[in-house]
């Protein structure tokens, strides 16, 4: 069974600083990988897509893909508390199945 | 770009009636639809996919006879809830993806309370 792992939390930090979410998954050939971000009681957003090793930057979010140690991370800069969600990580396995982290709950303080 | 819609946003119902949610991609042919439900505080959960012209591929436990996925055109694709029960009670959401494309779009989704 190919996984999705990532951190339930609630990751904490403070209005301002960097926020770093990690996910790493166990298909080697996994080719796709998503950021999503969900607030409570509303459905999933895209915030971004990554396809190669290295960072993919987009705003004040950052995509990191490593796929010899098959993590993938996102960088919040400057964090604001519009920010705090939980974010989903998933995966499109060499079967062409998302498979979904079961998400990191961020909360963003003042 | 890339924005998909649900309807109803909300709905209410009588145990044993029947209810259809819709999903529409409004800017893009979506050769695939997937169906997620997502109970409060769990991960989403997939459902079913189902490909345009085609029969869905539903998830391993979830009834393809309770829960019938239409997909006829490549806008629009129907959820209906059979004979639902208060255990399908649940937060209905559904994504669409373009031909050559591996991202999912998701709709605003679609909250169900069976009364």
């Known amino acids: 069974q190919k996984e999705v792992e990532q951190n339930s939390g609630p990751l904490s930090v403070p209005e301002g600083a960097i926020a770093s979410l990690n996910c790493t998954y166990s298909d080697r050939v996994s080719q796709s990988f998503f950021w999503y971000r969900q607030y409570s009681g509303k459905s999933p957003e895209l915030i971004m897509s990554i396809y190669s090793n290295g960072d993919k930057e987009d705003g004040r979010f950052t995509a990191q893909l490593n796929k010899a140690s098959q993590y993938v991370s996102l960088l919040i800069r400057d964090s604001q508390p519009s920010d705090s969600a939980t974010y989903l990580c998933a995966v499109l396995e060499s079967n062409y199945q998302l498979i979904w982290g079961a998400g990191t709950k961020l909360i963003i303080k003042p | 770009g890339a924005v998909v819609s649900q309807h109803p946003s909300r709905v209410i119902c009588k145990s044993g009636t029947s209810v259809k949610i819709e999903c529409r991609s409004l800017?893009?042919?979506?050769?695939?639809m997937f169906w997620y439900r997502q109970f409060p505080k769990q991960s989403l959960m997939l459902m079913a996919t189902?490909?345009?012209?085609?029969?869905?591929?539903?998830e391993q436990g979830v009834e393809k006879d309770k829960f019938l996925i239409n997909h006829a055109s490549l806008t629009l694709s129907t959820l209906t809830v059979t004979s639902a029960h208060p255990e399908d009670s649940s937060f209905y959401i559904c994504?669409?993806?373009?031909?050559?494309?591996?991202?999912?779009?998701f709709g605003p989704g679609t909250r169900l309370l069976v009364l």
């Open positions: 189902s490909n345009e012209g085609s029969k869905a591929t539903y």
């Open positions: 800017d893009f042919q979506a050769t695939t």
């Open positions: 994504s669409a993806q373009e031909a050559g494309d591996t991202t999912q779009y």
